[in-house]
């Protein structure tokens, strides 16, 4: 993904709402994002339908042709995304003011960002009030540090003299907080076809730039810095932090007790389920969770044996009966049971048998 600007692209859009705009095609006389924007990449964009307006940053999606609204710099709804009725606007790419770097009165520029340079780049004075990255190689003429030649003060020891061998480079470097003390640093240059140097000294001390390895039998004294970088082992007899002394190594209580850390099983993947193994978490599929519980994905309705019944009717009732159908259960209230069943309630059986005793006499 890359953040690219180009000239003369401009396309319709009818686009609704503060969703991603779909792109409707080139204005005559200028070229679709399609043309230079590739996939995933940052462009800033405008979007205009002459009186409302909407300035920020888009990403280019070039299936379907869209750009998503990833950033609101500014616009006529208070700086918020514009909620666009129907209608056909205009989308182009620009270059927001607050995007643009401007000279003042005096001819200087102020950047509050990272300035990145991949070319041969010449400063004349260059102030940066921050941290600078460099990636590549630094060159200059003369390096300062805090108005100090960097060739004669280098990391608190002074450089008194250099003398070149054919094969080494001697340096003699007086420590700087004591005037008596003196070490002699030896340059060596690897005669063989690897060419590597190595970087000797008096007091046990040796660097390998071809692998980047520095190596000291015996350090003696007092490290004391603001900020430190080890990229391999640091070994002392007592350490501190913070003025208290470091004296064991933490660690962690594995398992599933209480403020213990828990341990996961290989395997576990995305959407799994979580299940208590001894003293580990183990994960499980769907699957593997219906079976550990005796359940079924899906149940299947119907009067059949191991089917799930429901109910097949619409008026269930409170007190009605229930008869079976092809399909589940339906209601029944008590006049349709006597009906289904061919009887009569009591009292009209009553009434019939006293009718036909008055007719036989």
Excluded at 45 to 74: K, M, P, Q, W
Excluded at 204 to 223: C, E, M, R
Excluded at 284 to 295: H, K, P, Y
Aim: hydrophobic fraction near 40%; aromatic fraction near 6%; charge should be negative.
């Amino acid at each position: 993904m890359a953040l690219v600007i180009s000239d003369r692209v401009k396309e319709t859009t009818t686009t609704t709402g503060t969703g991603t705009y779909t792109l409707g095609g080139a204005v005559a006389g200028f070229e679709t994002f399609t043309t230079n924007l590739s996939n995933s990449d940052t462009t800033y964009y405008c979007c205009t339908d002459g009186t409302d307006f909407e300035v920020g940053l888009g990403t280019f999606t070039s299936s379907g042709t869209t750009l998503a609204r990833t950033t609101v710099i500014s616009s006529s709804n208070s700086n918020n995304a514009v909620s666009w009725s129907s209608g056909t606007r205009t989308l182009f790419c620009t270059l927001p003011a607050t995007k643009t770097i401007v000279l003042d009165a005096s001819g200087n520029a102020s950047v509050g960002g990272t300035v990145t340079a991949t070319g041969t780049s010449v400063f004349t004075n260059l102030d940066i009030s921050g941290d600078v990255d460099i990636d590549g190689t630094l060159e200059a003429d003369a390096v300062t540090v805090n108005g100090t030649a960097l060739n004669t003060v280098i990391a608190g020891v002074t450089v008194t003299n250099a003398t070149n061998a054919t094969n080494a480079t001697h340096v003699s470097v007086a420590d700087n907080e004591n005037a008596n003390e003196e070490n002699l640093i030896t340059f060596i240059e690897d005669a063989s076809a690897t060419g590597n140097v190595g970087l000797e000294s008096d007091g046990d001390f040796a660097y390998n730039p071809s692998t980047g390895t520095v190596s000291a039998t015996i350090f003696k004294g007092n490290i004391d810095a603001v900020d430190g970088d080890f990229d391999g082992t640091l070994e002392a007899d007592a350490i501190t932090l913070n003025g208290t002394a470091i004296t064991a190594t933490a660690t962690l209580s594995t398992g599933i007790s209480n403020t213990n850390v828990a341990q996961f099983t290989t395997g576990v993947a995305d959407d799994d389920f979580l299940r208590v193994a001894g003293t580990v978490i183990e994960g499980r599929s769907a699957a593997e969770v219906l079976a550990d519980i005796g359940g079924q994905a899906s149940l299947t309705f119907g009067i059949s044996n191991t089917n799930a019944v429901k109910i097949d009717s619409a008026s269930v009732a409170d007190d009605e009966y229930a008869r079976f159908t092809a399909n589940g259960l339906e209601s029944r209230s008590t006049s349709e049971v006597l009906s289904d069943i061919g009887a009569t309630t009591a009292a009209l059986a009553a009434d019939e048998a006293t009718a036909l005793a008055i007719a036989l006499g």
